[in-house]
């Protein structure tokens, strides 16, 4: 038989980064399930996962997506999927704090948070992917699937612009 599991309001493990923070709900091996605060002005970098798929919820403020061509701003209430192999940014679109509620599929990625903060804070770095072990992680450091979107060469040594 299966436990049940209760998360009351406000409860959760956190961490926080610049302009964005993580509130650990729910984590299995099938999904997880974090909030994210948004400060005003921040963005994630754009990326794409080859292992998740992304449901977000908006829970407050005026919160921007886009997946690959597809640009949209939403309020609360607002759902938005993006999928596996999808190259995905968010940021925070309006004048006041916002917070999401991510459903990641399967479970897994939402290490990469805990992870990500713990190297910032023993850095004192302000930029999330400007961290030398981006360029070269440590065995183990978000080995999760994260694919960062920018310029760069791709296979065969060809110079990239991606979104």
């Given at each position: 038989m299966n436990d049940v599991t209760v998360v009351p309001p406000g409860s959760g493990d956190s961490v926080r980064m610049p302009g964005f923070g993580a509130v650990f709900k729910l984590a299995h091996p099938e999904m997880a399930i974090v909030e994210h605060p948004f400060d005003v002005g921040a963005i994630t970098a754009p990326h794409l996962h080859t292992r998740e798929d992304e449901h977000s919820i908006v829970l407050e403020g005026e919160i921007?997506?886009?997946?690959?061509?597809?640009?949209?701003?939403?309020?609360?209430?607002?759902?938005?999927?993006?999928?596996?192999?999808?190259?995905?940014?968010?940021?925070?679109?309006?004048?006041?704090?916002?917070?999401?509620?991510?459903?990641?599929?399967?479970?897994?990625?939402e290490n990469y948070f805990r992870e990500l903060a713990e190297l910032l804070t023993d850095r004192a770095r302000p930029d999330l992917h400007a961290t030398p072990e981006f360029a070269e992680p440590e065995p183990g450091f978000h080995s999760c699937g994260l694919v960062l979107v920018g310029s760069g060469d791709d296979a065969a040594g060809q110079r990239v612009e991606r979104w």
């Amino acid at each position: 038989m299966n436990d049940v599991t209760v998360v009351p309001p406000g409860s959760g493990d956190s961490v926080r980064m610049p302009g964005f923070g993580a509130v650990f709900k729910l984590a299995h091996p099938e999904m997880a399930i974090v909030e994210h605060p948004f400060d005003v002005g921040a963005i994630t970098a754009p990326h794409l996962h080859t292992r998740e798929d992304e449901h977000s919820i908006v829970l407050e403020g005026e919160i921007g997506f886009r997946s690959d061509n597809c640009e949209v701003v939403l309020g609360p209430g607002g759902y938005i999927t993006k999928p596996r192999g999808q190259m995905h940014a968010m940021w925070n679109a309006g004048t006041t704090p916002g917070r999401i509620i991510e459903v990641i599929t399967p479970g897994g990625f939402e290490n990469y948070f805990r992870e990500l903060a713990e190297l910032l804070t023993d850095r004192a770095r302000p930029d999330l992917h400007a961290t030398p072990e981006f360029a070269e992680p440590e065995p183990g450091f978000h080995s999760c699937g994260l694919v960062l979107v920018g310029s760069g060469d791709d296979a065969a040594g060809q110079r990239v612009e991606r979104w």
